[in-house]
């Protein structure tokens, strides 16, 4: 599974920023198997979920980003969404797309990190 994430960049605290995330080799009928999700890692720190979106759009939110930070889905363009809100410097890290398969054995695939920078 390739994902293509893009969307990362320098925002000042307060500010927001949307990461994007596409799966353009699966075909449709396929990416309704898959949860999609962001996690992100910041220097030092072990990699972390921040949202996770069922097929179904069924959104789950990380503690430190809810009300903050809204994840969407369109199936039929294969693709996710991150808008973040309210930016802080500690939202400050690399952040990944994830496509975790939903059958009786998930398998997790990743996109390259694109790093997001919150400056306060």
């Known amino acids: 599974v390739q994902l293509q994430a893009s969307g990362g960049g320098l925002a000042q605290a307060g500010g927001s920023l949307r990461l994007s995330c596409a799966a353009p080799?699966?075909?449709?009928?396929?990416?309704?198997?898959?949860?999609m999700g962001w996690y992100r890692q910041a220097p030092g720190k072990q990699r972390e979920l921040v949202a996770v979106?069922?097929?179904?759009?069924?959104?789950n939110y990380a503690d430190s980003v809810k009300g903050r930070f809204t994840i969407s889905r369109d199936n039929s363009r294969k693709t996710i969404w991150l808008q973040m809100n309210s930016l802080k410097p500690e939202d400050t890290a690399v952040y990944y797309c994830?496509?975790?398969?939903?059958?009786?054995?998930?398998?997790?695939?990743w996109g390259q990190g694109t790093l997001v920078t919150v400056s306060s």
């Open positions: 994830n496509a975790r398969s939903t059958g009786a054995t998930p398998q997790d695939y």
């Open positions: 080799r699966l075909i449709t009928s396929t990416y309704w198997q898959y949860d």
């Open positions: 979106i069922t097929p179904d759009r069924t959104p």
